[in-house]
């Protein structure tokens, strides 16, 4: 299984970057998704997940209204357009895939079963 994030960047505050997350070797159109961050001496958190067949979407609170994860199932890809970045948003993002039968969004980062390498966002003030 792999999965390759990529779109992160160097930005200024307010601008925006999509991430892409392409998967291989699962099925794909079976797995909830999600995007997670971690910013340097902080923990790994949840950002946004997506169900099956993108019924369901949790976000995290404070990326409501700016963030929207989408999915392409015919491509085995996941998306993470951020918009309105800010400073606060700067850590490097990772896509993850919930690997059992379930079609829930969960947030727990031990709730999903593969990784991928993560991918740097950089916003500047």
């Known amino acids: 299984v792999q999965l390759q994030a990529s779109g992160g960047g160097l930005v200024q505050a307010g601008g925006s970057l999509r991430l892409s997350c392409s998967t291989s070797?699962?099925?794909?159109?079976?797995?909830?998704m999600g995007w997670f961050r971690q910013a340097p001496g902080k923990e790994r958190e949840f950002v946004a997940a997506i169900s099956r067949t993108a019924g369901n979407i949790r976000y995290l609170d404070s990326v409501k209204g700016r963030f929207t994860i989408s999915r392409d199932n015919a491509k085995n890809t996941v998306y993470l357009q951020m918009n309105s970045l800010k400073p606060e948003d700067m850590a490097v993002y990772y896509c993850?895939?919930?690997?059992?039968?379930?079609?829930?969004?969960?947030?727990?980062?031990?709730?999903?079963?593969?990784w991928g390498q993560g991918t740097q966002v950089t916003v500047s003030s």
């Open positions: 993850a895939a919930v690997g059992r039968s379930t079609d829930s969004v969960v947030s727990q980062k031990g709730q999903y079963d593969y």
């Open positions: 070797g699962l099925t794909f159109s079976r797995c909830v």
